[in-house]
């Protein structure tokens, strides 16, 4: 069976992506599939249909893995492509893609995430992993996903959305601190917690930087947590035990930064099935399909939401892995599982 893993791409979180995919593209290796590594942005140029075709079973990586700690702005990464042409999908992409019997998303962030190249392949009726593009939209909203989640009853930090246009006459309904977050972010980008009307100005204005909607939300103090849903089933959680300040960029991606994980979490078993309850209830309510992540807080209020992941990282380190791996299931087996549950779900066998 052909897999095209799709990496890369153009969003802040592409050096995440690079590395995620290059260690799923190798697992689905050792489980028997033949894996084309593809660069969503780079594409293939110059490659003739018949060396496409030879990507699949080489031993060499189609890609630059140039990967770099450096959050990678538009202009970065346009720079990548020697002809200067900026569309997302790069040379031959959709061409090796339709080749495979299905495209692993490797994707994080921005396009790829939101649901758009999802939609790209569907119009192209090519076969990929995870969820579908309004899902994948939906989980990518904080503001959006949050209001499905309230409608479903499951509890998530109060918030009010602002666009450029609101955001200079608002009143906040909560007290300080608050977190400030560009609506459609990732890996903490964008992210800020403001401590008073000052700090906030200051905060909104550099989130804006990265969306025209930011969601501002009552800061939570509690133990945090991440939940994996794979094929229906909620993993073992995770609990992100942060030693210094809060679970932001530098503590998920360079290290250095102390961040302890414990899976399986030290909880009581009630507090963790009704982790695992609300898990599904709300990778249900927002229509992922096949895997994703959702996070948490737990306090003496209860459990909240933070948000729903639709792509969640796929390093070994990573926190789905890392929760899989507490459940017995191995990394390469995480990755076929994911797969064939969605040959599954696609009813292709
Ligand atoms: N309402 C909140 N209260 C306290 N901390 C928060 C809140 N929202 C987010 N955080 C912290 O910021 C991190 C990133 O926020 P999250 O909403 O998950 O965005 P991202 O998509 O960037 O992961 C969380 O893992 C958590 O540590
Ligand atoms: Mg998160």
């Known amino acids: ?34 894996v084309a590594l593809v660069d969503l942005f780079l594409g293939l140029p110059a490659a003739d ?27 970065v990464i346009n720079a990548l492509r020697p002809d200067g042409t900026t569309q997302l999908f790069g040379p031959n992409v959709l061409k090796i893609a339709a080749m495979a019997d299905i495209v692993w998303i490797g ?25 579908g593009p309004l899902a994948s939209g939906l989980a990518m909203d904080k503001s959006l996903s949050k209001q499905v989640m309230l409608y479903n009853g499951i509890q998530t930090a109060r918030f009010i959305n602002l666009t450029k246009s609101t955001a ?9 601190p608050v977190v400030v977050k560009p609506a459609n972010g990732g890996s903490s980008v964008g ?80 507090v963790h099935d009704e982790m695992k309850r609300i898990a599904i209830q709300t990778f249900n309510a927002l229509g992922l399909q096949n895997y994703g992540r959702i996070d948490f807080f737990w306090n003496t209020d209860g459990l909240y939401v933070i948000e729903a992941n639709s792509l969640p990282g796929m390093t070994p380190l990573s926190l789905m892995p890392q929760e899989a791996d507490a459940a017995g299931i191995a990394y390469d087996d995480l990755c076929d599982s994911i797969v064939q549950g969605q040959l599954k779900n696609l009813g292709m066998k």
């Open 191 to 270: 992210m800020y917690i403001a401590h008073d009307d000052a700090e906030l100005q200051k905060d909104l204005q550099a989130s804006f930087e990265f969306d025209d909607d930011v969601v501002i939300e009552e800061y939570i103090k509690g133990r945090e947590f991440s939940m994996a849903v794979v094929n229906g089933t909620a993993l073992p959680a995770i609990e992100i035990i942060v030693n210094d300040g809060w679970y932001d960029f530098e503590h998920k991606f360079v290290t250095g930064n102390t961040t302890k994980f414990q899976t399986p979490p030290e909880i009581p078993d009630e």
């Open 49 to 75: 249909e018949q060396q496409l075709a030879a990507l699949f079973t080489s031993d060499e990586q189609a890609i630059d893995l140039n990967i770099s700690d450096e959050i990678m702005t538009d202009d």
């Open 1 to 34: 069976m052909k897999i095209v893993v799709l990496a890369g791409g153009r969003s802040t979180e592409r050096n995440v992506s690079l590395s995620s995919s290059a260690k799923v593209a190798n697992a689905l290796r050792r489980k028997g599939y033949e």
């Open 168 to 176: 200079a006459d608002f009143e906040l309904p909560f007290d300080f």
């Open 107 to 131: 994707l994080h962030g921005g396009d790829g995430e939101n649901g758009k190249v999802q939609a790209v392949l569907d119009l192209n009726n090519i076969a990929y992993t995870g969820s």
